[in-house]
């Protein structure tokens, strides 16, 4: 192990992962994964004695690998403490030393927005108006990944609670940017959910001119979209094998899963004939996407 081993906190991490870069490194590995470059076992869940789970996601590639250890504490939150604790540690592909350290939440947080924003680039391109429903760390991340890559486009924030929509737009200090919504305007042609609701808070009919990210529910008992607007969509998803396991919103809309298909780059995809709904579930190829970024913006730095 180096002498010194580089571990960067929240604030490092988050700025050697900039969304554009990162959302090219995903649609890279996107690709890679597809064509079984990327090795990727399913995730270990191991429970804590006093609550919470500790999951491992490990990941291999030619040029680097990942091991991903985060602890999930939902208890944290009665304390004011992250519920979400961890690391992400990158290793060279060839010598299998260890190169950095990055922190665990803020990989998540970041990674997840720019998968949503791989999701636009490759099924939508351009979007005019977006609305984010929910007011978590997820809607901050996705807030800031479409402030930076889509300055032009509207986005509307609609949160159970108004005031928390308002007080995200105060932390994100772009108040002329970004507004309160009460309900999702008709004129939104890209609808991203980020919420950890066990039932549906989007129920609108799909619609061909909106694309519908759903993001936040990762068990088969959550579900954000209703089941009839995913039954009418052509569904995408960032990770076919968990989703069957994982994804609540396609599992209880009882989806043809023969039809379900995985997103990466594809020009095809664009030429769609039915609405478009993306499910993003999450693996450890994606951290390691992260981590090939990071890797690269840190030997810029240096």
């Known amino acids: ?55 491992s996601m490990p990941a291999t590639a030619q040029d680097i690998g990942v091991h991903k250890l985060v602890n999930v504490m939902p208890h944290n939150a009665a304390q004011g403490e992250p519920v979400i604790q961890g690391l992400v540690c990158a290793y060279d592909g060839h010598t299998g030393a260890p190169l950095f350290v990055l922190d665990g939440p803020t990989v998540t947080e970041r990674r997840t927005a720019a998968l949503s924003m791989m999701g636009i680039e490759l099924l939508w391109q351009q979007p005019k108006h977006v609305t984010l429903i929910g007011s978590g760390v997820q809607a901050y991340g996705h807030a800031e990944a479409l402030l930076t890559l889509y300055p032009q486009a509207t986005i509307s924030l609609l949160a159970r609670q108004p005031h928390n929509a308002q007080k995200l737009i105060e932390r994100l200090g772009s108040p002329h940017t970004l507004q309160a919504v009460q309900a999702v305007p008709s004129d939104s042609d890209v609808v991203i959910t980020v919420t950890s609701s066990s039932k549906p808070v989007y129920s609108e009919t799909a619609l061909l001119d909106r694309l519908v990210i759903a993001v936040g529910a990762y068990t088969p008992e959550m579900a954000e979209i209703h089941p009839a607007t ?32 995985p997103l990466y780059h594809d020009e095809s995809h664009r030429k769609h004939q039915r609405p478009l709904l993306y499910k993003t579930i999450g693996c450890a190829a994606w951290d390691l996407a992260a981590a090939r970024c990071a890797r690269v913006q840190r030997e810029i730095v240096l």
Do not use: C
């Open 230 to 261: 995913v039954q009418g969509s052509d569904i995408f998803v960032d990770n076919s094998d968990a989703a069957r396991q994982e994804a609540g919103d396609l599992i209880q809309a009882r989806v043809n899963w023969a039809a379900v298909q």
């Open 1 to 55: 192990m180096p002498a010194h081993l580089a571990t960067l906190d929240r604030t490092q991490t988050a700025a050697v992962l900039p969304y554009p870069a990162l959302v090219k490194a995903l649609i890279h590995a996107a690709q890679e994964k597809a064509q079984g470059k990327i090795s990727t076992p399913a995730r270990q869940a191991l429970a804590f004695p006093a609550g919470g789970t500790l999951l």
